[in-house]
């Protein structure tokens, strides 16, 4: 099963490659490497099987999740610190497969934004056409990723650029207005440029899990309810001051989470109207942060959030029991 | 007579199984011979074992009477052909707990006697309901769809209830069992008229008669016998092909749109439901005096040389059978008497063949599955199960042995189907870990009773303890009070009654 999840991440895989280069590969490597190695060295100090805990693919969905968190340009330390935290404290220590509650690749994520604010958010500028941004070759990413510094000629600002969730944030908060900020050509159709591509292939993915019913549908279409449904309705009281739902839904990790992030069955809710009432909560809560709080993305928070939830969520959307009779006619 | 219909209530869950009976259901039913010995279980039924009431040695003709089951739960049990009795000792059978269990042997003398039946009988439809009932007592019946209920006590229960529906079970959905499809086609008459009696022993209106939509030839059959009969009461309905439609309460369900009570039976909500088979054994000994001594049981599965629906004797060794049917592939392995859902394994094909057994399903080494592995929530179980349970919830508590919480979750009302571990993607064996569970609860909740009445008495004795000390002190004071204050007046009658005496000698 976590097998499949793999396949539909790979089109959004590629497409991530194409606009923001190859450091991505690399971080999936060093990613891979650290949750396995994480992962294995905790079987062998809970006296199991290391292989079987491995056979079923869980660490390497949790390390392309985090992959997938972080810009493309990471040094390897970052990446590793995330990777072994999301694996031996997020997962092992809480009891191994099906029994974490938090969201292991969302804690790592977590950990790195905090511990290593400055590399959580050098985000690089994607490739746009005929735009002069610096795009590093192969060599000097993976040189960055080894060693953490640049080639000589370049520095940090030239190469990094900020989000559009970030620059629209900044932006509305010193008021400058939603369409003028959408008339800078770092914005796409919806989103930011390059982003919502790779927002379309993570749904592409999405879509092909749901038919394939790996995952089940109220998750996804609460987290798209809450999310933008309150960012309608901002949108539709003051145009100026807040961001289209068009745009929360193609920008930052929105789409991701929605399908591969919050549809984690293990720390989700289980009952169909739990996993629905779930996924509206970590939309609400993405909204709410990326609206008024500090960070320019709330995803990773708001499922972390809700993780804490789930049980709650669970006891009191029990399904009704055939013959029982039906709660609240007691 | 009404066309079928399908008009029916959901069901929630449920799994469409492949059915594995065409190969069952090519040739038409055979009789087994009579054995050389019929190894009859003195507890063939729900309720308390039957006592036989012959000894070692004696004749027996077919159809006669060897344990009686008066004045308690059960159902009497009949020699299944003439022969002697030569053994009342345990032997192997197929029972879910343990393995040997007391039998009466017989040792058949191959010209199959009967007893000889009573000259006239007045027609069923013109005896009073209750002689009805009473005479079903005597004919051994139980229900044949695997659960052996006594049907006569079910009967009598039902009557104590408002009754609206009779509905006849001959769903049949698990995979590999054909047994009631063959009936339906070969004695459509025996389950229409069977059908009639009930209506009247239960003054009843309507009978639905619901069969599985992939049973053309028994629907065709059995429409033709109704279109004969002109009863209108009896309405065909048609359920469609899933696992386990065919439970007692999903057919409540699936038919009257009624959910059954938990803990309570299908009769709360109006119902009566019966198999046709228990049906046609009802005919049988009501309009032919036939008590249940023979059963029909599909002998299938990719282990015997030809699968076939057979009429055996009760009693007959499950040996017999198959060899009777062509024996044993090179490839069979396991041995399951019952369906591959619901059945059970034995290792010993000595085990007779009861009024339980409605298929004897012998298979190659089954595919491994994977290793067991932790449950991920992944909600599959929930989405199969027709109780609407949530077994993940379930398996939690059963390993955490968490009683109010098994209760919470509703753990007594899974009808053990064994969907969910189909739907597992985990391998997790949950059917087996709910039974373990089952049995835990109940010997906790046992213990407990003792425990309540030990504490109960206990406090009691307290009390009489208690009691009797109050009195005897008050009793004290009583007599030390009067000795106060009649004190020395008494004191010197006493003296005085003495010095008469002395004075007397």
């Given at each position: 099963m976590m097998r499949q999840v793999l396949y539909a991440l790979m089109p959004a895989a590629l497409a991530h490659v194409w606009y923001f280069g190859p450091g991505f590969i690399f971080n999936l490597i060093v990613a891979s490497l650290f949750c396995v190695a994480g992962e294995a060295l905790m079987m062998r100090v809970r006296n199991r099987a290391a292989k079987s805990a491995l056979a079923d693919y869980s660490a390497i969905v949790t390390a392309a999740l985090i992959a997938f968190a972080l810009?493309?340009?990471?040094p390897w330390w970052v990446t590793a610190t995330g990777s072994l935290f999301a694996v031996v404290v997020a997962k092992h220590l809480y009891g191994g497969l099906g029994f974490n509650v938090f969201n292991p690749a969302m804690v790592g994520y977590v950990v790195i934004l905090i511990a290593f604010p400055l590399h959580a958010n050098l985000w690089v500028a994607p490739r746009m056409g005929d735009i002069d941004y610096q795009f590093l070759t192969i060599l000097q990413t993976l040189t960055y990723t080894l060693t953490g510094s640049l080639p000589d000629a370049l520095s940090f600002d030239a190469v990094s650029r900020a989000t559009p969730l970030d620059s629209m944030q900044s932006g509305l908060r010193n008021l400058l207005t939603y369409a003028e900020l959408r008339?800078?050509?770092?914005?796409?159709?919806?989103?930011g440029h390059g982003w919502e591509w790779i927002g379309n292939f993570v749904a592409l993915g999405g879509f092909w899990l749901l038919i394939k019913k790996i995952i089940s549908w109220q998750i996804p279409l609460g987290v798209f309810a809450g999310l933008l449904i309150p960012a309608g309705l901002m949108y539709a009281i003051d145009p100026g001051t807040h961001a289209s739902p068009g745009f929360h839904l193609f920008s930052g990790a929105t789409i991701l989470c929605a399908f591969f992030i919050a549809t984690d069955p293990v720390s989700a809710a289980t009952s169909p109207k739990g996993r629905f009432i779930y996924g509206v909560g970590t939309g609400l809560l993405v909204y709410a942060i990326r609206r008024?709080?500090?960070?320019?993305?709330g995803v990773a928070f708001a499922v972390l959030l809700m993780n804490m939830a789930s049980p709650a969520i669970d006891y009191m959307t029990r399904p009704h029991i055939v013959g029982h009779a039906r709660r609240g006619n007691e | 007579m009404s066309a079928p219909t399908y008009d029916l209530g959901k069901l929630h869950g449920g799994l469409r199984l492949p059915g594995h009976k065409s190969a069952s259901t090519a040739q038409p039913i055979r009789t087994v011979p009579i054995p050389e010995r019929l190894i009859l279980p003195i507890?063939?039924?729900?309720g308390d074992p039957a006592q036989p009431v012959v000894g070692i040695g004696e004749r027996v003709l077919k159809g006669?009477?060897?344990?009686t089951s008066e004045g308690s739960l059960g159902a009497p049990i009949h020699a299944?052909?003439?022969?002697?009795?030569v053994a009342i000792e345990p032997w192997p059978v197929s029972?879910?707990?343990?393995?040997n269990a007391p039998c009466i042997i017989i040792e058949c003398d191959g010209e199959d006697r009967a007893v000889k039946t009573v000259e006239s009988q007045p027609l069923?439809?013109?005896?009073?309901p209750e002689v009805l009932l009473h005479q079903i007592l005597?004919?051994?019946?139980?229900?044949?769809?695997?659960?052996?209920?006594?049907t006569a006590q079910k009967l009598m229960q039902a009557r104590t209830c408002k009754l609206d529906y009779l509905i006849l079970n001959g769903?049949?959905?698990?995979?590999?069992?054909s047994c009631d499809d063959v009936l339906m086609r070969e004695h459509a008459v025996e389950v229409a008229v069977g059908a009639q009696i009930l209506m009247h022993a239960l003054q009843l209106e309507t009978c639905y008669i619901a069969i599985e939509s992939d049973k053309p030839e028994a629907i065709h059959r059995l429409a033709e016998v109704m279109g004969e009969l002109d009863d209108d009461r009896l309405v065909l309905k048609l359920v469609p092909t899933?696992?386990?439609?065919?439970g007692e309460n999903q057919l409540v369900q699936l038919l009257a749109n009624r959910e059954v009570p938990?803990?309570?039976?299908?009769t709360d909500v109006g119902c009566l439901v019966q198999n046709v088979g228990t049906v046609v054994a009802i005919h049988d000994w009501i309009?032919?005096?036939?008590?249940?001594v023979s059963r029909i049981t599909t002998v299938t599965?990719?282990?015997?040389a030809v699968p076939t629906n057979v009429r055996a004797?009760?009693?007959?060794?499950v040996a017999d059978i198959i060899e009777f049917v062509g024996g044993y592939t090179d490839v069979a392995e396991q041995l399951i008497i019952?369906?591959?859902?619901t059945g059970k394994s034995v290792s010993?094909?000595?085990v007779p063949l009861v009024k339980a057994t409605n298929c004897i399903l012998v298979l190659s080494a089954s595919p491994t599955t994977g290793p067991e592995l932790a449950?991920?929530?992944?909600g599959d179980c929930y989405s199969v199960c027709p109780v609407q349970l949530l077994p993940q919830q379930l398996f939690w508590y059963a390993c955490a042995d968490d009683e109010k919480g098994l209760r919470r979750y509703g753990l007594?009302?899974?009808?053990?189907?064994?969907c969910c571990d189909l739907a597992c993607p985990c391998n997790i064996p949950l059917t087996a870990n709910f039974r373990r569970a089952k049995g835990r609860m109940q010997k906790m909740a046992s213990e407990k009773t003792r425990a309540e009445r030990a504490r109960r008495r206990f406090e009691a004795r307290n009390e009489r303890l208690k009691r009797e000390q109050h009195a005897r002190s008050e009793e004290l004071g009583r007599q030390k009070e009067s000795a106060r204050t009649a004190g020395p007046a008494a004191i010197a009658e006493i003296l005085k009654r003495k010095q008469d005496k002395t004075e007397a000698e």
């Open positions: 810009p493309s340009l990471t008339a800078n050509p770092m914005m796409g159709d919806f989103g008024w709080g500090s960070y320019a993305d | 507890t063939q039924h729900v006669q009477l060897i344990a299944s052909s003439s022969g002697r009795i029972r879910r707990h343990g393995d069923f439809d013109q005896l009073p005597r004919g051994g019946i139980v229900g044949l769809g695997g659960a052996v209920f006594p769903v049949e959905c698990e995979p590999y069992i899933i696992y386990p439609s065919g938990s803990g309570r039976l299908p309009i032919n005096n036939e008590p249940l599965g990719d282990g015997v004797r009760i009693g007959t060794p019952g369906g591959p859902m010993d094909d000595r449950c991920i929530r992944c007594t009302d899974c009808i053990e189907c064994g």
